[in-house]
């Protein structure tokens, strides 16, 4: 299923391929024999800001991990800025100018907070310098001596956030960023996703907070089983609202 | 006469200095084992062979290409480095995601092919390697005479391993290393060629072991057995300083060669044994090694 390809061209081919940053085909994921994904379909247009909904076990996480090509293998389409992605080697992808945060956060032990921060090399230009990352997140600044992993939930989660950004990526996929924090650190994390909008990013999160979530995107994809069931318009939101929550089990 | 807890001041502090160079090539080499396992989790069994490579290829590398030890001492390290980054490419790879003990036996079925081979083709009796004529005869100390030779081997191991401490510890490339220690299906997350990391971290070590054994090629004889000898003594080092710890390596190789100079002054019939006994107690006392991270 995976073959290799030549490694990504610099620049996407923006015209051909109108303006979408991700698109996902009929796409099937394992982990050994566990069939994860059973052919999800999922479009998001630069600049959008997406949610993927879910149950735990329905897939979401998945999704991302399969962008990124780490899962076990995959089949279908992904397309990122319009290169398909599917045969390319895991530490290519990033370079097509995607930034993932994954789910555990991944703050490196053996790293103090500036090393953290500087590790994802740059994948393009016009990345947030050093000081503009501190002005977001001053607490970073303050405590970037200290240890990576003796920052605070919060502020761990700030760091793996802040480090993607660094990079020029464009693309963003977040995994469960507000999962365990205070409603006073949500509050800032929707800000940072308010502005990082506002710049033209495009952003997928994978949320459980549904109340955090349903303010900030323009579409909601609602995942069961391994595949998108439903697709909600931002606009559409409160006359579905019962519909989604009892497809959430809210 | 000066004396010592009973021993010649010029003794002990000759069996001290042998005791510092000894554990200049423990620290060496234990720093190779450290940085591959920190990265591959192989427990290098081959490390003592691939040392012994090194003082084989700048003996053989005399003898029919007239390179001289200094031309040795840079390029035996790249050559058995290389040679070890196809290895890891081309054999070791393959068994990377079973469980360690699969890399254990590998990399001892290697050691014990090299050494065969090596055997096979030049029996077991030790050639000598000539002490480079820069380096010949010795420094007069107010308590001892030191062979220079002996003086240079002590201050080029501790820069090599001071460096590679450097590199790791304080550079970005030292950050990838760690991170992908970690956690690397994340740095291929954030586009690291991670099993191109993983190459040259092991064709790096291979090579801190062949610079090991050019050092060594003057002091010991070169034999095809020089390795596997050393290589007990040296997994012991890890041991005791921590599995996967750069500094850790370092410094227990040093101050094991220390303990096992004193221990040659005050009862020399432990010499052979004092690091094993010392392995023993910090295992019992501390499992995870004296700078290594409890589980």
């Known amino acids: 299923m995976n073959q290799t390809l030549d490694r990504p061209t610099a620049s996407p081919a923006v015209g051909a391929h109108g303006d979408e940053a991700l698109s996902l085909a009929d796409v099937n994921a394992f982990y050994g024999e566990s069939h994860i994904l059973h052919g999800v379909e999922l479009r998001v247009k630069r600049g959008e800001l997406v949610t993927l909904l879910g149950r735990n076990g329905a897939g979401r996480s998945t999704t991302l991990k399969t962008i990124m090509n780490m899962v076990g293998s995959r089949s279908g389409s992904i397309k990122i800025n319009g290169q398909e992605t599917l045969g390319m080697k895991p530490h290519h992808i990033p370079r097509l100018g995607v930034g993932y945060c994954p789910e555990e956060r991944g703050i490196f032990a053996s790293l103090d907070v500036e090393e953290n921060l500087l590790l994802p090399p740059t994948v393009r230009s016009g990345g947030m310098s050093l000081d503009d990352i501190y002005a977001m997140f001053p607490n970073l600044y303050e405590r970037r001596r200290s240890q990576g992993t003796r920052l605070s939930g919060g502020e761990q989660q700030m760091l793996a956030m802040a480090r993607i950004l660094r990079t020029g990526a464009e693309i963003l996929l977040l995994d469960e960023i507000t999962e365990g924090l205070a409603p006073v650190i949500n509050q800032k994390l929707a800000e940072v996703l308010i502005t990082l909008k506002s710049r033209g990013m495009t952003i997928v999160l994978v949320e459980q907070n549904f109340r955090f979530a349903a303010p900030l995107a323009d579409r909601h994809f609602v995942m069961e089983h391994g595949r998108i069931i439903e697709t909600i318009e931002a606009r559409d939101l409160d006359a579905r609202r019962e519909h989604l929550n009892s497809l959430l089990g809210v | ?295």
């Open chain 2, 1 to 295: 006469m000066t004396m010592i807890f009973g021993v010649p001041l010029a003794v002990f502090m000759g069996q001290l200095m042998l005791g510092l160079i000894n554990g200049a090539f423990y620290a060496l080499l234990s720093l190779g084992l450290a940085v591959i396992f920190g990265l591959l989790k192989i427990v290098n069994f081959a490390h003592g062979a691939q040392y012994m490579l090194g003082a084989f290829a700048a003996l053989l590398g005399a003898q029919y290409l007239g390179i001289n030890y200094w031309l040795a001492l840079l390029l035996v390290p790249l050559v058995v480095g290389a040679f070890g980054a196809l290895l890891e490419r081309l054999v070791l790879r393959r068994i990377a995601h079973l469980d360690h003990l699969y890399g254990l036996l590998l990399t001892f079925g290697l050691a014990l092919i090299f050494e065969g081979s090596l055997i096979n083709l030049f029996g077991v009796s030790g050639a000598s390697y000539p002490i480079p004529e820069a380096l010949s005869g010795g420094i007069k100390l107010p308590f001892m005479f030191l062979p220079t030779y002996r003086g240079w081997v002590l201050v080029a191991a501790l820069v090599v391993c001071l460096g590679t401490w450097f590199i790791i510890e304080r550079t970005r490339l030292g950050a990838y290393l760690r991170a992908g220690t970690e956690n690397p299906a994340l740095m291929q997350a954030f586009g690291v060629n991670v099993p191109l990391l993983v190459t040259l971290t092991y064709g790096f070590g291979v090579a801190l072991a062949a610079f090991a054994g050019v050092l060594a090629a003057p002091l010991y004889p070169v034999s095809p057995t020089m390795g596997s000898s050393l290589l007990i003594v040296v997994f012991a080092v890890v041991v005791i300083g921590g599995m996967g710890s750069i500094l850790g390596a370092i410094l227990t190789g040093l101050a094991m060669g220390l303990i096992e100079g004193l221990t040659k002054v005050y009862y020399p019939e432990a010499a052979n044994t004092v690091i094993f006994l010392v392995m023993i107690m910090v295992l019992m006392l501390r499992p995870a090694g004296l700078f290594g991270k409890e589980a």
